[in-house]
């Protein structure tokens, strides 16, 4: 049994569709008023049908009041790090400490390549997204004196001055499924941001994938807890059923509640596009499963 302990988090996953252009917005605000904390929005800047990510990240956190708001997952490719250093510092400073970051490799690559990107091996990619990591904070701390200077394989930053820093720390999730995406999760990331429809064996996948990122943070000495876990799912609301997150708002808190208790994760973001459904897991699931892991918590 891994439970470190974390509160519960609840969100939303919105497909930022480019139209109706409100239509994410209207939804994001409709997962503030439903009691959700975070919104969380894809990442494809090669498909015409999406809009900007960012850009929409940005409009979101000014039509809400509370909800933070986290790229799931930004392409890396697409998004040299210097930049959202910058600009996620200016949103988190101007949303009063409500961004967070996610990162990816970049999985679709002929998309990457279209916008003029280059072709990245696998194991370029990761080692490219551990650099930007460091270049991410390197530029928000402003607590060293001088430019910020890296020389690395794919990223160079030569002097840049740091800052503006954050409003608070902002958190960086990467989106991790091989071995070595979870082993660099482990060693120097903040969280762990995954969707339940790609891991390779569903729900079974998670204990073992969580275990590869507290073998790696215990390798690079650092506490496995310090390491926040969400999670991308997606179902249906039925009155009968009892699958994987299929089944009536009960079933679903029970299985939220158990999966924390069993594999750490503590962040539950729900891929719907639907209002309604968006307020029964904000309303009903949410408080719920929250009573039944303090409740277990405390046998």
């Known amino acids: 049994m891994t439970d470190y302990g974390h509160s519960l988090t609840f969100g939303a996953f919105i497909t930022p ?3 109706p252009p409100q239509r994410p917005v209207e939804l994001a605000v409709a997962a503030e008023h439903a009691s959700l904390e975070l919104v969380g929005f894809q990442d494809h800047p090669y498909q015409p049908k999406l809009q900007d990510t960012w850009t929409l990240m940005s ?5 809400t009041q509370n909800l933070r708001v986290v790229g799931d997952v930004l392409s890396l490719p697409l998004r040299p790090p210097a930049t959202p250093a910058r600009a996620a510092a200016s949103l988190d400073r101007l949303s ?13 690559l002929d998309g990457v390549v279209a916008m003029g990107e280059p072709r990245l091996g696998r194991g370029e990619s990761v080692d490219a997204l551990e650099e930007a990591i460091t270049v991410l904070r390197g530029l928000w701390n402003t607590h060293e004196q001088g430019g910020f200077r890296f020389e690395g394989r794919f990223y160079r930053v030569t002097g840049a001055h740091r ?3 954050p409003a608070h720390p902002v958190p960086i999730h990467v989106g991790a499924y091989g071995p070595r995406m979870l082993r660099l999760t482990g060693r120097v990331a903040d969280g762990w941001l995954p969707s339940l429809s790609y891991l390779p064996e569903g729900l079974d996948s998670l204990a073992g994938m969580s275990q590869q990122i507290d073998d790696a943070a215990a390798a690079a000495g650092r506490n496995p807890a310090a390491i926040t876990r969400l999670l991308n799912v997606g179902g249906r ?7 994987a997150f ?4 009960a079933h679903w808190a029970e299985q939220i509640a158990e999966i924390a208790l069993t594999t750490g994760i503590s962040g539950f973001l729900l891929m719907a596009d ?3 459904q968006i307020e029964i897991f904000g309303q009903e699931v949410a408080p719920r499963a929250r009573e039944l892991l303090d409740a277990a918590r405390s046998r």
């Open 163 to 165: 800052g503006p820093a």
């Open 237 to 243: 609301f039925t009155t009968n059923g009892g699958a």
């Open 96 to 108: 009063g400490g409500r961004v967070e970051i996610g990162l990816g490799a970049g999985a679709f």
């Open 17 to 19: 569709v480019a139209s």
């Open 274 to 276: 639907d209002p309604a």
């Open 246 to 249: 299929d089944g009536p708002p």
């Open 59 to 63: 409009y979101v956190a000014a039509r």
